[in-house]
């Protein structure tokens, strides 16, 4: 296949953003292509293929809504899907909509140059070929918020010589750690994931924890047909109520706060909604994350729950997260988590009292103990929400850099645009509600506003849209008092980009919820895209 030397629209990216942009925006009657770094479309699910790897959103949910057929011929087999299943769909997406013709795969985008006299993207890449150089006229920047991995920054790491894997790039052939003795760093919601999975096989299985995380059980299983069949036959209905709620998927928050009444009381709501599994926890409640001691009530919860599960009384100690609000990091849903540590062959070492000093050939040495293994699983995350975009040279207006740009910290507009960047968009951008929510819904509401405003860019005529300084500036501003109003920044988070040495600590995502977002950009919308400066 061939690549074009010029199109209407490029999209960076063939993930559940890349892949929806290109079907709109083709839908518009734009020649589009999608470079895509990997050699499959999926992004996420193609990337993150550990054991375990799964969903936390229920499958009926975290799909896409814009096509009727679609969403009714679909048959999900769990409650959560996990990677194989959600890879599966991702791929009977580009199928289905004949998308795969024009995307270019193990193509990565090293740089995009707004070229001020055609008032044009000028795209390089590099590709299976040599480098390449297209001209977009637009450029959609579905990269990711968590497709950047990082290895961390542990000497000796590179001299390890038994077998090293990222959870986030992880191989396509199976891994077997049948016999071995391994060991995992990390225990976000990957390594939280991974551990149980792993735990079934290895012969043995060293997690280094840094930092305990609240994760939460997801009571997953078969799905309910009854209840999958009852979905689909309100779909619209649903969709269209998860578009307006606070996290994008159709839970009724309770309308009550904790403090307004007893702890007693509290426990009682706490034990009702944790058979329900994995997120309704959180929204049994509306001041969990406005209020401290609605917070605490529910960490506590959380705390006992682990202290009922894991039998060794000093390990269920240092499973339990102290020191930041719960849902302060996304919080984990599991599946047996906990109950791992009861095994015999695994051992939590509490890397915070006794740190990793380094990697060496055969194992990790801690401040006091060595431990010798054949495999090393890293869950250690991502450069989130800037990562990828920071990634390539991005330079608009005057040559400026997005690098500089975003020096103290990412800037957008609505979490769409970016001020002295024409024609240039962000799907799920840092200023939205993106990870803080059901992305599917959050994407599809990106794509559709995206589209809609270059569509009426097209109708009236208008060649460049850019957000100007001062309506990014005010954004920024609206996103961080949002966030001070909640116990978010209080925790040291990726959100906050705290898990990076040297990385701005600004809170990224947008906390005033799916709904109210939405609103914000329709209001903008209906105001003849007020902010943006159109020519
Ligand atoms: P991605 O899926 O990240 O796709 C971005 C694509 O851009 C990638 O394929 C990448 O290779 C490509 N790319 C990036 N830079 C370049 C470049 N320079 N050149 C070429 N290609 C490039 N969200 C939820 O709502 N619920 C969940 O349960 C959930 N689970 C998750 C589990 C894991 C392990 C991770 C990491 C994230 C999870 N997320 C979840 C967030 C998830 O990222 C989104 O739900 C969604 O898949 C994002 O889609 P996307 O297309 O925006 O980005
Ligand atoms: O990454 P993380 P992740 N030495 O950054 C530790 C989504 N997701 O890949 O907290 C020792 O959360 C670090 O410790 P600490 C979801 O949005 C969803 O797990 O820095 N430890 C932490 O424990 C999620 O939030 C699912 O002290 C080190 C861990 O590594 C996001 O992706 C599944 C270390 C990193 O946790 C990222 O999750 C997977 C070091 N040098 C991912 N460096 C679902 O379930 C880092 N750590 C849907």
Redesign the pocket.
Known sequence: MRMPHEVDALV????????YSMHKLRGLGLSTVI????DG????????R?PG?????ESPY?SYSFDEDLQQDWEWTER?PA?PELLKYINHVADRFDLRKDIFFE????SAVFDESTERWTVT?IGPDGGSVISAKYCIM???????ARMPDIPGINSFTGRLLH??MWPHEEVDFTGQRVGVIGTG??GI?AIPMIAKQAKNLQVFQRTANFSVPAFNGPIDQEWFAKIKANYPELRERSRHTAM?IPYQRRNQAAVDISEDERRAVFEEHWPKGGFRISSCFNDLMRNKESNDSLSDFVRAKIEQTVTDPKTAELLKPYGYPITGKRIC?DTDYYATFNRENVQLIDVKSDPIVEITPTGVRTESNFYELDALVVATG?DAMTG?ML??DIRGRDGASLREHWDAGARTYLGVAIAGFPNLFT??GPGSPS?L????T??EQHVEWITDHLAYLQAKGYETSEATTASEAGWVEHVRELADQTLFPTANSWYLGANVPGKPRVFMPYVGGVGTYRAHCEGVAAREYEGFALK
């Open positions: 960076v990216g063939a993930g559940f953003s890349g892949l470079l895509e770094k990997g479309v999926g992004g996420t699910w193609y990337w993150n550990y790897a799964r969903c936390d959103v975290y959560y990677q193509t990565t985008v090293v890449s579905a990269t990711g918020c968590l497709s950047s959870t986030g919601s990957s994931q994008g849903v991502f990828a990634r390539m799907i799920a990870v929510s059901n992305m599917l959050s994407i």
